[in-house]
Antibody
């Protein structure tokens, strides 16, 4: 059974760095083809993809946010960590991690964590 | 980035109605199109990928079609558990982008 769960602070101050951890089970990021993405969803808005890390340590970032994001993995702990610098109130959102699956060339997010609400406020 | 536009942004329907949601891409994405359903306080749930392939466990009243820039999600007979927000997503090119969502409400 595949599960993912996000953890991190519920409140961060403007200009601070946010660190979120995704702890997952039911698959391994050392297995060829496995990938995990981070997404966020501001209240009442659509999801936005942020970053992805692959089994071979390939890393991909949102075009508009790439200068602020760093994604990493700890395969032994089944964890993926996302760091976002220079937080601003507009970054207030629910942050999700999701397994990114590929069937041939079609990608989709088939398992998601429950999400963690991060509020940016002084 | 590829822009995804959904219409309508919301609709009101009754149980048993046939519902159609449209998604348009700003450029051709072949059939690299996913649909998700999201209920309040929950993560999005994958309904369909490759424009028309149902994810395991999704009821057959959901269907998808389209290719290129225009896509539709159809619910053949709306059930009480289908009242939710629906998002399309393209996976043709990074970054994978979502439509703005369509909220299906009870009439």
């Amino acid at each position: 059974q595949v599960t993912l769960k996000e953890s991190g602070p519920a409140l961060v101050k403007p200009t601070q760095t946010l660190t979120l951890t995704c702890t997952f089970s039911g698959f391994s990021l050392s297995t060829s083809g496995m990938r995990v993405s981070w997404l966020r969803q501001p209240p009442g808005k659509a999801p936005e993809w942020l970053a992805r890390i692959d089994w071979d340590d390939g890393k991909f970032y949102s075009t508009s946010l790439k200068t602020r994001l760093t994604i990493s993995k700890d395969t032994s702990k089944n964890q993926v960590v996302l760091k976002m610098t220079t937080m601003d109130p507009v970054d207030t959102a629910t942050y999700y991690c999701a397994r990114t699956n590929y069937l041939n060339n079609w990608a989709y997010f088939d398992y998601w964590g429950q999400g963690t609400l991060v509020t940016v406020s002084s | 980035d590829i822009q995804m536009t959904q219409s309508p942004s919301s609709l009101s329907a009754s149980v048993g109605d046939r519902v159609t949601i449209t998604c348009r891409a700003s450029q051709s994405i072949s059939n690299y199109l996913n649909w998700y359903q999201q209920k309040p306080g929950k993560a999005p749930n994958l309904l369909m990928y490759a424009a028309s392939t149902l994810q395991s466990g999704v009821p057959s009243r959901f269907s998808g079609s389209g290719s290129g820039t225009d896509f539709t999600l159809t619910i053949s007979s709306l059930q009480p558990e289908d009242f939710a927000i629906y998002f399309c997503q393209q996976t043709y090119r990074n970054p994978f982008t979502f439509g703005g969502g369509t909220k299906v409400e009870l009439k």
